[in-house]
């Protein structure tokens, strides 16, 4: 039998394989273990932050403008590799090769942003602030900072964070999701390969023991997570009680206000895709549709019933699937589960995705498209975020009703309204208490040169994730105030303040 491959870590610009603990990495599609991940010892995470520490003072004299030729070349050859990566993404994540390339897409556009740096650092300065004094602020590196990432975007969350991170002079060491780590470590051999020097970058994989190394060990200056909201939780108050700044991205629950006015056919189309995209397994996932009136409600549930009938759930290889499994069997049955207790408390299973088959992949965790129609705040699966291919419809009377709802919901990472009214699309951005809003948008994902970030318990820390955001994020501010006087010059003693 061919021995399995271990994914191992990069420390010190070197793969390290072996380890004293290690767990199956599983192809969603199949149910089948096809590889094993290595996880990470308190040591082996010791032996990352010295490499990123000892990396640091020759990287934060290295000026910005070579920093940033480092991402440009690192740009081009994950251009030349996206075939590849989208492939490790497919077999490990289960998402359909067009969905992987669009998240590849979307780091991407995060190192053009970073690309930038020698901009992005150039500070601020101001002549003459009293008799010969000129004063300015620059950005500088803060030293060795961390990545804690999720397993729904192997390749892109991880690069909100270290592309932007290193650009700013900082060394890095990024733990990513023990559940899909390949095309994670592939991407990152190539930004040795860009020509970044050793110990810049360096990934560990594993779990708590690793993830609580990071947390405790005072060489981390900072830490950037992005994961489910009890973990972020976790991480924002261990990191905060041990001095380190920290920004820590939670779940979500993401509604769709559809007005009686909306263009329904657009509004379902957008749904569709919002909805099932990725098996549901996206934090900006819609997955509940609040109907304004009973006739919005009720064509919007034919509609979207309808559409349903023609989607495709299956293997990542086939490009004519719509979206692949979900990520593991425990997963798999916590969304039928939820989808279980929405019928139990009462909701309508307009479409139930349980149980699907999926020729040739009898054992993969597959869920189908599902529709819950008559859904109430009550409801678990209303409260809880299902992270599956479920979308829920709540029905209300008015706009307002819908707004009461999304403000009330614990999370508030993204939301949309379908309209054709501009005025109550003002009105609903302006009031909504959410971080990221869309107006007939459904995935309102912002692009690489603002800044990404949901409002309440969907984000703990003050700063949002890459963007102007991730530069001061990665950055601490110095004001130097200076002054020269004319050769002879002296200064007489005062002790009032200085104005
Ligand atoms: P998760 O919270 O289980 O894991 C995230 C990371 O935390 C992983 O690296 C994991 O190894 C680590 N981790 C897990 N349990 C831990 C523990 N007890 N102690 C320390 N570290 C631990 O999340 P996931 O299942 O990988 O990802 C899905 C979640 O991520 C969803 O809730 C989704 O909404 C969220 N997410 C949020 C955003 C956002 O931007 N807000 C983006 C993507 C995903």
């Known amino acids: ?63 910005p403008v070579k920093r940033a030729r480092v991402m440009f070349r690192f740009k081009e050859l994950l251009e030349q590799n996206r075939d590849k990566i989208c492939r490790l993404i497919g077999e490990e994540h289960g998402k359909i090769s067009h969905d992987a390339a669009g998240e590849l897409q979307r780091g991407i ?36 900072v961390a990545g804690i990432t999720p397993f729904n975007f192997p ?102 206000i559809v007005m009686p006015d909306a263009d329904m056919d657009n509004a379902v189309n957008q749904l569709l895709g919002a909805a099932f995209g990725s098996s549901g397994e996206r934090c900006m996932a819609l997955s509940v549709a609040v109907t304004v009136g009973d006739e919005a409600g009720d064509a919007l549930v034919a509609k979207m019933t309808k559409g349903m009938k023609s989607l495709s759930v299956g293997d990542h290889t086939n490009a004519n699937n719509d979206f692949g499994p979900v990520i593991t069997k425990a997963h798999q049955e916590k969304v039928n589960g939820f989808i279980g207790s929405a019928a139990e408390q009462g909701a309508t299973l307009v479409v139930d995705g349980r149980n699907p088959t999926v020729e040739g992949f009898e054992n993969g965790y597959f869920v189908g498209a599902t529709l819950i129609d008559h859904v109430t705040p009550e409801m678990v699966s209303y409260q809880a975020e299902i992270f599956g291919p479920v979308l829920q419809v709540v029905r209300v009377k008015t706009m307002q009703e819908a707004m009461q709802l999304i403000n009330d919901h614990e999370y508030g990472n993204g939301t949309c309204i379908f309209t054709r009214d501009g005025e109550a699309a003002r009105y609903f951005s302006d009031n909504i208490e959410v971080g990221m809003v869309g107006i007939n948008v459904p995935l309102p994902v912002p692009v690489a040169y603002h800044s990404f970030g949901g409002w309440k318990r969907s984000l703990f820390g003050d700063l949002h994730a890459y963007g102007p955001d991730g530069v001061r994020f990665y950055t601490k501010r110095k004001t130097i105030t200076q002054r020269w006087p004319s050769s002879g010059v002296r200064e007489g003693v005062s002790f009032a303040f200085p104005s």
Request: aromatic share 6%.
């Open 155 to 256: 390749a892109m969350v991880p690069m909100w964070m270290y592309p932007l991170a290193i650009v700013c002079g900082n060394t890095f060491v990024l733990k990513p999701s023990e559940r899909d780590p390949s095309s994670t470590l592939f991407i990152a051999q190539l930004l040795k390969e860009a020509g970044l020097p050793d110990g810049v970058m360096n990934v560990v994989n594993g779990d708590k023991e690793a993830v609580d190394t990071l947390l405790n060990d005072q060489r981390i200056k900072a830490v950037s997570f992005v994961g489910s909201t009890p973990i972020a939780e976790y991480i924002y108050t261990s990191a905060n009680a041990n001095g380190k700044r920290c920004q820590a991205l939670g779940g979500a629950k993401n509604h769709a």
């Open 109 to 144: 556009e995060n190192i053009e942003y970073a690309c930038g740096a020698p901009e992005l650092l150039k500070g601020e300065h101001s002549r003459n602030v009293g008799p010969n004094i000129d004063s300015w602020s620059e950005f500088q590196p803060l030293g060795v």
């Open 1 to 63: 039998m061919a021995q399995i491959q271990t994914v191992g870590h990069l420390i010190n610009g070197e793969i390290i394989t072996q380890t004293e603990r290690a767990q199956d990495v599983f192809n969603p599609a199949t149910g089948e273990p096809t590889k094993q991940v290595a996880l990470a010892s308190k040591q082996t995470v010791e032996q990352a932050i010295s490499a990123a520490q000892a990396a640091f003072p020759a990287w934060r004299n290295t000026p």
